[in-house]
């Protein structure tokens, strides 16, 4: 049977070998690659991957306001009817783009067609802060 000193003598070597090893792989060590670095390949990239929705139709609306009427109002509606507004006169319009206010503008004619002039856009920040409301 071995001698139990020398036993623990050669485990507790061992044992100190491997931290000496574990220790010199870890300072060696680098940390993994996980997100590429944007080169200009990964530029080019991402450029083309945007290029791809620019496409894409939206449905932009410009309103001039609302009301609310009850059904017996609206089937007395006829040519000619004038229906109120919450809006008043010169008040900046609201620019939706899918249901998204977007912007604030003012109406302009431009060859005798209407169209609207920006006057605010809205900060994805500040969309958020509405959405928080």
């Known amino acids: 049977m071995p001698d139990t000193d020398t036993a623990d003598q050669v485990s507790a070597d061992d044992w100190a070998a491997a931290m000496g090893e574990q220790a010199s792989t870890e300072a060696k060590a680098q940390p993994a690659d996980i997100f590429q670095p944007l080169g200009e390949g990964a530029k080019a990239a991402a450029m083309q991957d945007f290029d791809m929705i620019l496409d894409i139709p939206v449905q ?59 006057t605010d856009i809205i900060t994805p920040g500040e969309r958020m802060r509405k959405l928080n409301r």
């Open 60 to 118: 932009m609306t410009v309103e001039l306001g609302r009301t609310k009427i009850s059904i017996r109002n609206l089937l007395q509606l006829a040519h000619g009817s004038v229906v109120e507004l919450d809006a008043l006169a010169g008040e900046p319009m609201d620019v939706l783009v899918n249901g998204t206010l977007i912007a604030q503008g003012e109406v302009v004619v431009v060859n005798d067609k209407f169209g609207i002039r920006l």
